[in-house]
């Protein structure tokens, strides 16, 4: 029987800590996040690897070390309102509820949205709705967010996302694709957003972000 607990303390101390990660809170929420429950059981003995794990036909888990600094990067406080898309199977979505007040996390893919629902009831993470749509439209619904968290690479950060902050929220998304592809922050403030780059992240894209290509004679 593999020591998932050794392996998850592990994980911590050689791919996150290493990595320029230092908030507590980060940390903590990696160590008490099951990550083996997130991922298809066939796959459960290689949930702690260096690497990237596929949950379902072209749909990733994000590798450790990019998502603990992402999640750093975006400053989350307790009483946060938080936005994840792309929830995928609720791995990143339970690490939210660690750090965050309440957290919406919304996926296109409704087979998808059936298994984190079912995970994270089930191990209690009690302050995370799973909903269906279409990412890049986001959910206004419960909009304004003092948060929004991209799950994985984007081409481009639709308008529509960040017209859901509100004034002072944030927007953390990785844009672009490959080794070139850079984490972003971006701050609304009175209306206006500001963006800096941060760090280079090579992770599997989400689908549905792709720039619109206008016709050129």
Do not use: W
């Not at 898309?85 to 957290?103: I, K, N, P």
């Amino acid at each position: 029987m593999m020591d998932f607990e050794s392996a998850r303390t592990k994980m911590v101390d050689n791919q996150i800590r290493t990595t320029d990660v230092t908030s507590h809170s980060v940390l903590q929420a990696f160590l008490s996040v099951p990550r083996e429950e997130f991922v298809p059981a066939n796959l459960k003995p290689i949930a702690y690897i260096d690497d990237d794990i596929e949950i379902a036909p072209g749909r990733y888990l994000m590798e450790a070390s990019p998502l603990a600094k992402l999640l750093q990067l975006a400053h989350i406080g307790k009483d946060d309102l938080v936005l994840e898309v792309g929830c995928g199977t609720g791995y990143v979505s339970a690490l939210l509820s660690q750090l965050a007040g309440s957290v919406v996390s919304l996926d296109a893919d409704e087979d998808l949205c059936a298994r984190a629902s079912d995970v994270l009831s089930r191990l209690g993470y009690d302050n995370v709705a799973v909903v269906h749509g279409e990412m890049e439209k986001g959910y206004p619904a419960e909009a304004p967010y003092d948060l929004i968290f991209v799950n994985g690479a984007v081409e481009e950060v639709p308008a529509e996302l960040l017209e859901q902050l509100r004034d002072g929220g944030r927007l953390v998304a990785v844009v672009g694709y490959g080794n070139a592809a850079q984490a972003r922050l971006l701050v609304k403030e009175r209306g206006t957003v500001s963006e800096g780059s941060h760090f280079n992240a090579s992770v599997k894209p989400l689908p549905g972000f792709r720039r619109e290509r206008s016709f050129v004679f």
